[in-house]
């Protein structure tokens, strides 16, 4: 009767345990397989393979949602910034954004506004192309999906010259000049896709900014779901 008592309650533990792990998403193939230099170094090309992806950015000045289409370089989002009360409105055509915080439409220079600064989901991919050296950092989740984390010291001009050229524009716009290695961090899912990158906000800075707690400042670009719905994507009427 003991035995018995203790199997049953073994096996309610197990079946619990198992009920939670099932919560924390439906992907539990473990992450990538491979080397780190050999997943590392095809995560951005993987990831435009895709075609296009729901996204979620968060900086420390905003927030955003929307879907993007990695091969036009297109896109729409929708932000909170919590010192405004209105939404943020972005529309990206042929990697140029325009942004609408209430009062009309105005086009950036970049893919995203100021308050997303380290944001852009296109270029941010390309920073991958720099990595020097990689960290290991095991495995964790990200909105559901398996994956293996790894952290990298990523140098410029490496990631430049081999960035396509129809790109690199872009990812110089990203960097703003900076030329000194950096460290960013990647997770990669079992198709060897990125489902997050972490990039300091102010590439320029030689030290990056850190909060109180130690940790650096940085933004967080999620690829939430691969294979959605863009559609066309066109300048908003009277942008700037």
């Given at each position: 009767?003991?035995?018995?008592?203790?199997?049953?309650?073994?096996?309610?533990?197990?079946?619990?345990?198992?009920?939670?792990?099932?919560?924390?998403?439906?992907?539990?193939?473990?992450?990538?397989?491979?080397?780190?230099?050999?997943?590392?170094?095809?995560?951005?090309?993987?990831?435009?393979?895709?075609?296009?992806?729901?996204?979620?950015?968060?900086?420390?000045?905003?927030?955003?949602?929307?879907?993007?289409?990695?091969?036009?370089?297109?896109?729409?989002?929708?932000?909170?910034?919590p010192s405004q009360r209105q939404p943020i409105q972005v529309v990206i055509v042929?990697?140029?954004?325009?942004?609408?915080?209430?009062?009309?439409?105005?086009?950036?220079?970049?893919?995203?506004?100021?308050?997303?600064?380290?944001?852009?989901?296109?270029?941010?991919?390309?920073?991958?192309?720099?990595?020097?050296?990689?960290?290991?950092?095991?495995?964790?989740?990200?909105?559901?999906?398996?994956?293996?984390?790894?952290?990298?010291?990523?140098?410029?001009?490496?990631?430049?010259?081999?960035?396509?050229?129809?790109?690199?524009?872009?990812?110089?716009?990203?960097?703003?000049?900076?030329?000194?290695?950096?460290?960013?961090?990647?997770?990669?899912?079992?198709?060897?896709?990125?489902?997050?990158?972490?990039?300091?906000?102010?590439?320029?800075?030689?030290?990056?900014?850190?909060?109180?707690?130690?940790?650096?400042i940085a933004t967080d670009v999620d690829y939430v779901t691969f294979g959605v719905?863009?559609?066309?994507?066109?300048?908003?009427?009277?942008?700037?």
């Amino acid at each position: 009767m003991v035995w018995k008592r203790v199997s049953r309650n073994l096996i309610v533990t197990v079946v619990a345990v198992m009920g939670i792990l099932g919560g924390c998403g439906g992907d539990r193939s473990g992450g990538p397989r491979g080397a780190p230099d050999q997943v590392v170094g095809q995560a951005a090309d993987l990831t435009l393979a895709a075609g296009t992806a729901q996204i979620k950015l968060a900086s420390p000045d905003a927030d955003a949602t929307g879907v993007i289409d990695f091969q036009a370089h297109s896109g729409r989002l929708s932000g909170h910034v919590p010192s405004q009360r209105q939404p943020i409105q972005v529309v990206i055509v042929a990697g140029t954004g325009y942004v609408n915080a209430g009062s009309g439409w105005q086009r950036l220079d970049g893919a995203v506004p100021g308050v997303l600064t380290g944001g852009d989901p296109f270029a941010n991919l390309d920073l991958l192309r720099g990595t020097v050296h990689i960290l290991s950092d095991g495995g964790a989740e990200v909105d559901g999906a398996s994956t293996i984390r790894y952290t990298l010291r990523i140098d410029p001009t490496k990631a430049l010259g081999t960035t396509p050229p129809d790109r690199q524009a872009d990812l110089r716009r990203v960097l703003q000049g900076r030329s000194a290695i950096f460290t960013m961090d990647v997770w990669v899912d079992s198709a060897g896709r990125a489902r997050r990158l972490q990039v300091p906000t102010d590439l320029r800075a030689t030290t990056p900014p850190t909060r109180v707690d130690r940790l650096p400042i940085a933004t967080d670009v999620d690829y939430v779901t691969f294979g959605v719905t863009v559609g066309d994507v066109a300048p908003p009427a009277g942008a700037g």
